[in-house]
């Protein structure tokens, strides 16, 4: 059965922390993805990877970086967390040719 | 094909059908599809459709597509209690690349 799990379903933290967000697929998917959900807005995307090492922006980028050292493993970096990214983070996993992105249940993050 | 659309709330009572619609910008997605949250949760995926297709049924839902008009819909027939959720229509219009809509929040009321 296909699995994308994410560290924390709940985080707090203040304002100027450096937060990591981990997210780990067991399905051997090449593609992995960041997206942040805001009410209103829907699902935007922030980075992904296609490759180990590999990284390409998505549409909001900034204050944000990815690392990927892992197939199975894609985090997530707040360097500075500041309380406009006060949100819920969805990570993702694609084969390179699959047709479809499996869901982790989210990460509700909340910056004091 | 950064444009998906969809109305925000529906309500529908138990036992009825919903209809929930999305539109696109992008004619080169390849695939369009639907996406169930329930509270709390992640995606689920619930169904997609190949752009070359009209439609698709799998058991209480039908897909339509009018690739014409850039009009998806989802119709869930029999709604029930725990359809009530976020659903949310993507597109994607190349390899890496998804576009969902701001997602439709169904209220069943018994």
């Known amino acids: 059965d296909v699995k994308v799990t994410q560290s924390s379903r709940y985080l707090v933290k203040r304002t100027g922390e450096k937060v990591f967000l981990e997210c780990v697929q067991d399905?051997?998917?090449?593609?992995m993805f960041w997206y942040r959900q805001d009410p209103g807005l829907g699902l935007r995307l922030i980075y992904f990877s296609y490759d180990v090492k590999m990284k390409e922006k998505g549409d909001i980028p900034e204050g944000y970086s990815v690392s990927r050292e892992k197939k199975e493993r894609f985090s997530l970096i707040l360097e500075s967390a500041s309380t406009n990214q006060t949100s819920m983070y969805l990570c993702a996993s694609s084969s390179r040719v699959a047709e479809t992105q499996y869901f982790g249940p989210g990460t509700r993050l909340l910056v004091l | 094909g950064e444009d998906v659309e969809q109305s925000l709330f529906l309500s529908v009572r138990e036992g009825d059908s919903s209809v929930i619609n999305c539109t696109y910008t992008d004619s080169s997605s390849t695939y369009l599809y639907w996406y169930k949250q329930e509270p709390g949760a992640g995606l689920q995926l619930l169904t997609y459709?190949?752009?070359?297709?009209d439609m698709k049924q799998d058991q209480r839902l039908t897909v339509l597509l009018n690739k014409k008009d850039k009009h998806l819909s989802l119709r869930i027939a029999d709604t029930q209690t725990g359809d009530s959720a976020i659903y949310f229509c993507?597109?994607?219009?190349?390899?890496?690349?998804?576009?969902f809509g701001s997602g439709t929040k169904l209220n069943v009321k018994p």
């Open positions: 459709i190949f752009s070359n297709m």
């Open positions: 993507a597109e994607r219009y190349n390899f890496n690349k998804f576009y």
């Open positions: 399905m051997d998917h090449e593609n």
